[in-house]
């Protein structure tokens, strides 16, 4: 039991990569916190956890909330006394043109995917600092490259990034461990809550979802890289190439990624 008696906030916990992280570091032996919007969605997901044996607590909470964020610390730390582990996972993604695109939508996608983890990071760190733990950002593969139809959210992981990675050199001689994580595309159902224009659900995914990495393999990865206190984690083939590309050929990677984002089903580019 590698996090025997460690306590792990799982944001954006009750689907997704966020799921499979609860899962991951609880059956490594940790305490486990998650949160969620759903109240319904929560409990079911407490109920998994606690069959699967493990210690959960849950907490309902809107991630884009700065009360919200520091009640979820209060309440951790209250009920467990203890924070060793932060994995900022809550977010939500978006398509359509910036052009087209409600500038109450980009607020949206900022506030949950940014803002969120600005807040909860704030709020755990005291905590963190104490106990020498570790802060996980999830990130995306577009936090080091934008494509296009998902400028929101494209900044929002940006953005993630380079306040991480500020962050992890302010702490980097206090003990406490900051990992970035990139993954690819990975099957869940970010896609099928993507906000299109004018704010609503696009309802489905227009990639093929069986043809992505797990969120479970995801989590798994991300256990490891915490547990070997590794500072990035960049997911899937298609992902490490991006990322070398874009470094090197930036303007060949502009075409590259535009055609391969433009034979998306129903894409507002074409």
């Not at 809107?62 to 009640?71: H, L, S, T, V, Y």
């Not at 924070?83 to 695109?101: K, Q, V, W």
């Not at 093929?208 to 798994?220: G, L, W």
């Not at 470094?247 to 535009?258: A, N, Q, S």
Request: with cysteine.
């Amino acid at each position: 039991m590698m996090l025997k008696d460690k306590v792990v906030i799982v944001t954006g916990a009750t689907s997704g990569i966020g799921r499979a992280c609860a899962f991951a570091f609880g059956r490594a032996g940790a305490k486990v916190v998650i949160t969620g919007r759903s109240e319904v969605k929560l409990d079911n997901t407490m109920v998994e956890l606690q069959k699967a044996g493990i210690e959960v607590f849950g907490v309902l909470s809107d991630a884009g909330k700065r009360d919200e964020n520091e009640r979820v610390a209060e309440q951790a730390l209250g009920h467990f006394g203890r924070i060793d582990i932060l994995i900022n996972n809550a977010g939500i993604s978006m398509r359509a043109l910036f052009e087209e695109l409600d500038l109450a939508v980009f607020h949206q996608v900022m506030d949950t995917n940014f803002w969120s983890s600005v807040y909860l990071t704030k709020a755990c760190l005291p905590e963190i600092l104490k106990r020498k733990g570790s802060i996980v950002a999830v990130s995306s593969i577009n936090g080091f490259r934008g494509t296009p139809a998902r400028t929101a959210y494209t900044a929002s992981k940006f953005a993630m990034n380079g306040f991480f990675e500020s962050l992890r050199t302010e702490v980097m001689k206090r003990g406490v461990h900051v990992l970035v994580a990139c993954p690819g595309f990975t099957a869940s159902n970010i896609r099928n809550n993507a906000l299109t224009a004018d704010g609503s659900s696009q309802q489905e995914s227009p990639r093929d979802e069986s043809r992505m990495m797990s969120a479970e393999e995801v989590a798994d990865a991300i256990l490891y890289a915490t547990l070997k206190r590794k500072r990035d984690l960049v997911l899937t083939r298609q992902g490490k190439l991006a990322n070398f590309l874009n470094k090197w050929v930036p303007g060949i990677m502009d075409t590259i990624v535009y055609n391969h984002m433009a034979k998306e089903k129903d894409s507002p580019f074409k």
